[in-house]
Each structure stands twice: as structure tokens, then as C-alpha cells.
């Protein structure tokens, strides 16, 4: 696509509930990251896949995370047991190559309300 | 402990002022990158700077690594309400170029 996609766009959870957040990458991209942002911070490194390969996932806060990318697209964010701090937007990212100048390309991010 | 301190951490100005946003590490980074990211929106690629000492000019914007790559600034010249928004500044340390980095952003508000 011409974008990052990212699905939902708002998702509110109930305490305890398990949540999925889905992203498209660009076609072709090689490399995708995941981001946590909290109100007025910038984003957190989460983790990183290069296709399908997990290279780095010393961001994600708990073993409450897990992050794949079976087919090296399409990539699913899942929280389990959601928790009130879990509240924040959670970016993806995708960029053509794993190179140091190259730039990523934001999804919107889907904004997720743990009540 | 955020890995690059932006400052500061909010910026008022009015239209056609100048403003200079700045990024600053213990770090040695092996490039940095300067976003902008407007409200539900994630941040959008603004410059890439490689090398020490290095001067990028994009329009109104001028962005500046320093010499020990440890900071960086961004400048603009003659702000305008288009301009308003987040900035962040982010980097790669030469032993995690997998992984970048963010500062926490400078939200800039131009009035007109």
C-alpha cells in the first residue's frame, strides 16, 4: 500500500482482556518496528523485525507482549492481560532497509484505553 | 532516562519569530533524525544527519549535528501556523543501528 496501515485506529479494553493491534507495512519494506507512546512523550522502542526475524525485542515492558511477523509482512502487536498502564498509542513503523540513514515510515498509530 | 533530552519541552511563539529547538546526549549517535508529528498522526521524516558538523537546509528549517555527533538543533527561521506540532528528535548509537531512539519532543505552537 501507500502507507503504513494500522488497525484499529481506537481500541478500549477492559481490564484483564487480551488485545490484538494489527499493521500493514509498506510492500517491500524490510524492516518494522513497534512504539509505545504515552501523552506528551515521545515513542518508546518496543521491538524490531527484520522480515520475519525478531532481532530486538528488549523494549517490550512484560511478558505480557509478544510481537510477530510469520510471512515477514503483515506484523500483530498482542497484549495480554491488559493492565490500566497499558494505556498509550502504539505505533508501527516500516522502512525500506535496516540502514543507519534510513528513515521510517509512521502508521497512525491505534490508540488503546485500558479501563 | 530518556537516551536524548530535548528542550525545551514547549515553545509559544508567535508568526514570522525565529525558533531553535535542541537535542542533546552523553552519547556518540551514528546518525540522527528530526520528526514532526501532528495530533493523532504519527511522526512524519523531516532530515537525516550523518556526519559531525554537518548543516541541512530544508526551506525554513536548518538542522545541525554537532561536531562530537552528541546533539543536534534545529532551527526556524520566520515561523509560520503550519509549523506548529511535535518535534522529535531521534538517533541511532553506532552499537543499536537497529533501533532508533526518541527524545521526548518540543511541541512548538505558532499563532498567527
Known amino acids: 500500500g501507500a502507507g503504513v496501515s494500522q488497525s484499529p485506529r481506537y481500541k478500549v479494553a477492559k481490564r484483564g482482556q487480551d488485545v490484538a493491534l494489527r499493521c500493514d507495512p509498506i510492500?517491500?519494506?524490510?524492516?518494522l518496528f513497534w512504539y509505545q507512546q504515552a501523552l506528551g512523550q515521545g515513542p518508546e522502542f518496543l521491538t524490531y523485525?527484520?522480515?520475519?526475524?525478531?532481532?530486538?525485542k528488549s523494549g517490550l515492558p512484560s511478558d505480557r507482549f509478544f510481537a510477530e511477523r510469520p510471512e515477514g509482512s503483515v506484523s500483530t502487536l498482542k497484549i495480554q492481560r491488559t493492565q490500566q498502564e497499558d494505556s498509550a498509542v502504539y505505533l508501527c513503523?516500516?522502512?525500506?532497509?535496516?540502514?543507519?540513514?534510513?528513515?521510517?515510515?509512521f502508521g497512525s498509530g491505534t490508540r488503546l484505553t485500558v479501563v | 532516562t530518556q537516551l536524548l533530552e530535548q528542550s525545551p519541552q514547549f515553545l509559544s511563539i508567535q508568526e514570522g519569530e525565529n525558533l531553535t529547538v535542541y537535542c542533546n546526549s552523553s552519547?556518540?549517535?551514528?546518525?540522527l533524525q528530526w520528526y514532526r508529528q501532528e495530533p493523532g498522526e504519527g511522526p512524519v521524516l523531516l532530515v537525516t544527519?550523518?556526519?559531525?558538523?554537518e548543516v541541512k537546509k530544508l526551506k525554513r528549517l536548518t538542522f545541525q549535528f554537532g561536531d562530537a555527533r552528541k546533539d543536534s538543533s534545529l532551527h526556524i527561521t520566520a515561523a509560520q501556523p503550519g509549523d506548529t506540532g511535535l518535534y522529535l528528535c531521534?538517533?541511532?548509537?553506532?552499537?543499536?543501528?537497529?533501533?532508533?531512539?526518541f527524545g521526548a519532543g518540543t511541541q512548538v505552537v505558532v499563532t498567527p
Open positions: 513503523a516500516s522502512s525500506l532497509v535496516g540502514g543507519q540513514t534510513y528513515g521510517y515510515t
Open positions: 510492500s517491500g519494506h524490510v524492516s
Open positions: 523485525f527484520q522480515n520475519e526475524a525478531q532481532l530486538d
Open positions: 552519547s556518540v549517535f551514528s546518525s
Open positions: 544527519v550523518v556526519t559531525g558538523g
Open positions: 531521534a538517533g541511532r548509537t553506532t552499537d543499536s543501528w537497529g533501533k532508533l531512539q
